[in-house]
């Protein structure tokens, strides 16, 4: 049993899809604060990804394919809400990530596709930015700016739309360009100085779009690595502006302000916080007499890890970045407009 999409709801509960490996099948499972394990629903598919988000009174998962469940938090299921598909193939039209901004959800389908769930409405609307995306593209990130500027990220795709202009921006070709592969981009942060963080197959990237630069970080070979380039997972800071980088059973910690960074290898304790994400850090020492002593290493805004057990965990790792992580490379592009 794999616990997936792991959310944490205001009360303290944690919301997953646990997949069963043997089966195929997945669960809705609920742990109240108290630790009390609770199957709240079965989840057709077989596919692991369903993502969550609370609107209001209600949590809302990505249940099925192009199907929104809306679900109470006792775990009654009150409603499912079916978007727009996009051809007959319901696989393309998944949602694949959910936010809320501002009293709304926002939803992203496998195809692009974004529409928005008004608190109180019945129906999703269609957001603009669908009549405008190329067909055919494979999307699987979302970051909804206070503004309601947007991000797109997928497999060779990452496009920003400007809600107020309405103009939006290729940032995958440039990007193309600096890491002389073609990415897939997994989660996309945008950090309290404004720099946008995005993960990808090939390593991290940096973008400071009033400069239009463009930083690439954990390529160029690396120990920690299975290939020349770091397959990122997940990007986040903390409140002195590091940004922690996740990827494998790793997490690269990159002071800003220094250029520099700081591995760790899992495994180790994350814990969490009523925000709905991975917050502390908890590294642990050797065990004497079969108990380990752990201290805590930090505290953070949000962390998407890799890997999550319950197993008592060891730090195994602490090092410094060198050379070969090619920490940091600037290389100024203009991305392309229409």
């Known amino acids: 049993m794999v616990p997936h999409s792991l959310f944490q709801d205001i009360d303290g509960s944690v919301w997953s899809a646990v997949y069963n490996e043997k089966s195929a099948g997945n669960t809705l499972l609920k742990v109240n604060p108290g630790g009390d394990l609770e199957a709240v629903l079965e989840l057709d598919g077989a596919y692991a990804r369903r993502p969550f988000a609370r609107l209001g009174n209600s949590l809302y998962v990505g249940a099925f394919e192009n199907e929104l469940w809306k679900i109470q938090p006792n775990g009654r299921l009150e409603s499912k809400i079916e978007l727009p598909l996009r051809g007959k193939d319901r696989t393309l039209s998944r949602i694949v990530q959910l936010q809320e901004r501002k009293g709304a959800l926002w939803i992203l389908l496998g195809n692009g596709h974004v529409y928005t769930l008004a608190e109180g409405a019945a129906q999703p609307l269609p957001h603009p930015i669908n009549k405008r995306l190329p067909a ?11 503004e309601g500027h947007l991000w797109i990220g997928g497999a060779g ?3 920003y739309y400007d809600a107020l202009s309405g103009q939006m921006v290729d940032y995958d070709d440039p990007i193309r360009q600096t890491v002389k592969n073609i990415c897939t981009y997994r989660q996309i942060f945008k950090d309290r100085s404004g720099v946008v963080w995005v993960a990808s197959d090939f390593g991290a990237i940096k973008i400071v779009q009033s400069n239009n630069l ?17 397959s990122t997972r997940g990007i986040t800071e903390d409140e002195q502006g590091r940004i922690y980088i996740s990827y494998y059973n790793s997490i690269h910690v990159l002071d800003p302000a220094s250029t520099r960074c700081a591995h760790f290898s899992l495994p180790m304790i994350i814990s969490t916080t009523p925000s709905g994400c991975f917050t502390t850090i908890m590294l642990c020492g050797p065990a004497t007499a079969g108990v380990s002593t752990c201290a805590r290493y930090r505290s953070i805004p949000c962390f998407a890890c890799p890997t999550l057990t319950s197993a008592p965990l060891w730090l195994t790792r602490k090092a410094s970045c060198g050379s070969g992580m090619n920490i940091p490379c600037s290389i100024t592009s203009r991305p392309q407009r229409n």
């Open 136 to 146: 055919n593209i494979q999307a699987n990130a979302l970051f909804v700016e206070p």
């Open 157 to 159: 795709t990452l496009w």
């Open 214 to 230: 463009f930083s690439h970080y954990l390529s160029g070979g690396s120990e920690y690595c299975s290939n020349v380039y770091c």
